[in-house]
């Protein structure tokens, strides 16, 4: 049961081992497991450890599950009316539901049915319960009679599957699985004949007991709906949505050494406190001094759209790590100056630059693309100085790395300078380098 | 045994339908319950109520930057244990010199080392079947915290330190653990493994208005309604800090002190936009886009 499952959801990038796997068993074990919703809730709590995984997870699920696939850009709606399975059971079900139905409330339909969960389920029974004991003495003779004596029958007939072992309910399961597999199904399926629900034919979705919508449809269609449910794309060139991504790589800058050493001054005070008694009071050493210094090409339309981007990023990095942070701007190269304004006004030049702490961390960004002439001896010499001086260098390129090659003042600047592009992993890869003991 | 019951909130919190089940898989399960989400959206509400209403006691460790594992679990006592051991000596030399009176150990006897060991709200949860251990904002621990906890929460057993007794738990006894975390870093893979997760998302308005009701039921609906526009406009354009559900309501805590339409206009106003807005630069902004353009703003957010 469920051997297939690891594979289709790394899939989707969704890791599933056996340990999961084996949760998920020993849930259908405790009973947690009677519906397909509940599949999808407990797997979602076992599996997905990041909101980001959410839509990649449900994606897999409802792919697994259901056979339904949803493609990029697919909204959910599309994908279930798109599919074999919703066809199959919207025929089904046809005379269930009545002609009167719009498409749309056929997919809120299935959607409910199949996240219908045992504990929508136990609402409706307990529902059912409280209601009968209210109206026990209440004769009813209404046109809904005969409904409401039909339903609390199907829902004894529920609580009677309940005891099912749990060996019986993975066969059920499996059963079920393979018809929904095969492509002339006839009719048995996951959901709409009460489910993988052991409730049997004649459960409660057959017979149409809503819940008031059992928002796990809801939240399904939130989730595939939102970017921040899925991964964000770490090779993308920063922007709005992966600047908190790149700023989690640039946290890699803040070298973290766990050296502890004896702290004397706190063992002597301590001891005399306790009368003499001296315990070795440990502590541990922190090196958390970050100097950055941030070169920024802000001439020419090429850069003007990462320039804002860019600036976010480092100003939030010197908010969260509140360290020393300088910026300083050029337009296409660097000559014997850069600029400690954006409009370039107030030239620093690089003598100055070069008497820093050669601990600094310099960032260029910059996309390191101009005319050939420009790049000359002095813009060349003052790269190597640079170099030379400052060990933790790198080069940040908001150009598809595949472009490089392709411009020569790039390639020769790349030659002096590592270059990384301008994403999350490129800024992680970056720190990396700059992290490198060096000789 | 454990409480496996369905919970699904009490009068005076409203447990998300989703959390809830998650909550119940985690209890059923014996496992601890990983909590995420936006801070303010009552993820360390949830074992305190729960504790609350279901008469169960409730542990409490809070992370901090120095958190370890001993004073989760237990430490033993040197100081104590030196002390008492000393007194020993010290009784003994007044009784020579004839004097009466003697120092006490309170009780503990240095033979017995478990008398020295001071129990962590760990080792108390798990020697209590049935209770609440909640671990609040692990995010904010040592990195090697989290680590250090995978022995406990997968073997439900601890080894009390120098003693050598062993705290254990039937799978059906395990605690309620339920552990918050604000993402302010990444917890290790092995960790989130040995956990269910589950992630709050921000509630709707619907949800608002439920949570709105159980804080303050007797605040009118009006106030509410224009209460509600604004802020989720605020979290709408784009802040840096968005406003959360607890800063929602300690704004109404404030402007419910007011009459009606008083309370209102305090609203349209903005007045107590502090308890909202928590940076300049969101204030600059807000005061921006709203203030310099109100006549648009009360438009939306007047009550037809």
Known sequence: MFETLPKKFVEYDVPVDIRALLLLRKAMDKKLIRTLGDIYNV?????????????????????????????????????????????????DNLDRMGDELSVEDMVNRFLDEVHMTSYDIQEVVDGRLLWDKDRGDIEDKESDGLEGDKQPRALDK????????????????????????????????????????????????????????????????????????????????????????????????????????????????????????????????????????????????????????????????????????????????????????????????????????????????????????ELNRTSMDSYNLMKKHFKKIAW???????????????????????????????????VKQMNKKKE | MANKEFWTGSDKYLCDRDLAQSFHIARTLGMPLLIEGEPGTGKTELPIQYAADQNLELFVYPTGSKSNVEQFVARFDHVKYLRDSQIEILNSQREEKGLESKLSTGGRNPENLADYVAMGPAAKAYSKPNSVLLIDEIDKAPREFPNDLLYALSHRKFIMPESGETIEVSENDMPAIIITSNREQELPTAFKGRCIYHYIHFPGEDTMREIIAKHYPKVSNQIVDVAMD???????????????????????????????????????????????????????????????????????????
Do not use: C
Not at chain 1, 43 to 48: A, E, F, P, R, T
Not at chain 1, 64 to 72: A, D, E, M, S
């Open chain 1, 43 to 91: 797997l979602k709590g076992i599996v997905v450890k990041d909101p980001e995984m959410m839509g990649p997870y449900t994606k897999a699920y409802y792919d697994y599950f259901l056979n339904i696939k949803i493609h990029q850009g697919d909204t959910l709606n599309d994908a279930i009316q798109r599919s074999e399975t919703f066809k199959n059971w919207r025929d």
């Open chain 1, 396 to 430: 940040l390129n908001p150009e598809p790395q595949r472009y490089w090659a392709h411009t020569f003042t790039t390639m020769v600047i790349k030659e002096i300078i590592p270059m990384f592009p301008l994403s999350p992993k490129g800024i992680e890869k970056a």
């Open chain 2, 230 to 304: 604004v802020f989720y406009h605020l979290r709408k354009i784009g802040l840096e800090r968005a406003p959360t559900t607890r800063e929602l309501l300690n704004w109404l805590k404030y402007v419910k002190t007011f009459s009606t339409s008083e309370a209102i206009d305090k609203i349209q106003k903005l007045e107590g936009i502090g308890a909202l807005i928590k940076t300049q630069t969101d204030l600059e902004r807000v005061q921006k886009q709203i203030l310099s353009n109100p006549t648009d703003f009360q438009k939306r957010s007047t009550p037809n």
């Open chain 1, 158 to 373: 529920m609580a009677d599957y309940s005891d099912l072992s749990l060996q019986e309910l993975l066969d059920r399961m499996q059963e079920v699985m393979d018809q929904q597999k095969s492509e002339h199904s006839g009719g048995s399926h996951w959901i709409g004949t009460g489910g993988i629900s052991p409730y049997g034919h004649g459960g409660a979705a057959k017979d149409g007991l809503r819940v008031g919508g059992t928002g796990g449809g809801k939240m399904a269609r939130k989730v595939l709906n939102d970017r921040k449910f899925f991964p964000i794309d770490m090779d993308a060139i920063i922007n709005d949505n992966n600047v908190d991504a790149a700023l989690a790589s640039l946290r890699g800058i803040i070298e973290e050494s766990a050296e502890e050493k004896l702290d004397v001054p706190s063992t002597i005070k301590n001891g005399l406190k306790r009368g003499g008694l001296f315990l070795p009071e440990i502590k541990s050493e922190e090196h958390d001094k970050l100097q950055v210094l941030l070169i920024v090409d802000n001439g020419g339309y090429s850069m003007d759209p990462y320039i804002r981007v860019v600036q976010t990023l480092f100003k939030k990095m010197k908010t969260r790590f509140a360290h020393d942070l300088e910026t300083h701007y050029f337009h296409n190269t660097v000559y014997d100056r850069v600029f400690s304004d954006a409009r370039r006004n107030k030239p620093i030049y690089i003598d100055k630059i070069l008497k820093k702490d050669p601990n600094y961390r310099v960032f260029f960004v910059g996309d390191a693309a101009m005319a050939a002439y």
